[in-house]
Nanobody, 130 residues
Framework: QVQLVESGGGSVQAGGSLTLSCVSSEDIPAGYCMGWFRQAPGKERAGVASMRSHTGSTYYEKSVKGRFTISQASVENTLYLQMNNLKPEDTAMYYC???????????????????????WGQGTQVTVSS
């Protein structure tokens, strides 16, 4: 099981920026999906951005497209989520996830589902005030 540790959450005002980091205990081989999810109180966990490891192909959920950027620093085994122009509705616990139990080279350029991922971090809280 891959260990994932997120950091970088915090409290910001609307319009501000945060960068989330997710350090993996080992390299995620090329072709496997990696993603960022978020869960607000009373809501289901949902994918906001995803990418295929080591390929650069990305996907963004409509509400974050143009504001969030998912990227990977391969040497550091780190997945990032740069979040700009944050809005109060972005307030949630953010989780990174990686799929390593199959589906290599599967399509990640769509809204990925919680059920597709077998490795999860503990989450980092993002709070955006108006």
């Amino acid at each position: 099981q891959v260990q994932l540790v997120e950091s970088g959450g915090g409290s910001v005002q609307a319009g501000g920026s945060l960068t989330l980091s997710c350090v993996s205990s080992e390299d995620i081989p090329a072709g496997y999906c990696m993603g960022w999810f978020r869960q607000a109180p009373g809501k289901e966990r949902a994918g906001v951005a995803s990418m295929r490891s080591h390929t650069g192909s990305t996907y963004y959920e409509k509400s974050v497209k143009g504001r969030f950027t998912i990227s990977q620093a391969s040497v550091e085994n780190t997945l990032y989520l740069q979040m700009n122009n944050l809005k109060p509705e972005d307030t949630a616990m953010y989780y990174c996830a990686a799929r390593t139990d199959g589906g290599r080279w599967a399509d990640c350029q769509r809204q990925v589902r919680v059920s597709e991922f077998n490795n999860w971090g503990q989450g980092t809280q993002v709070t955006v005030s108006s």
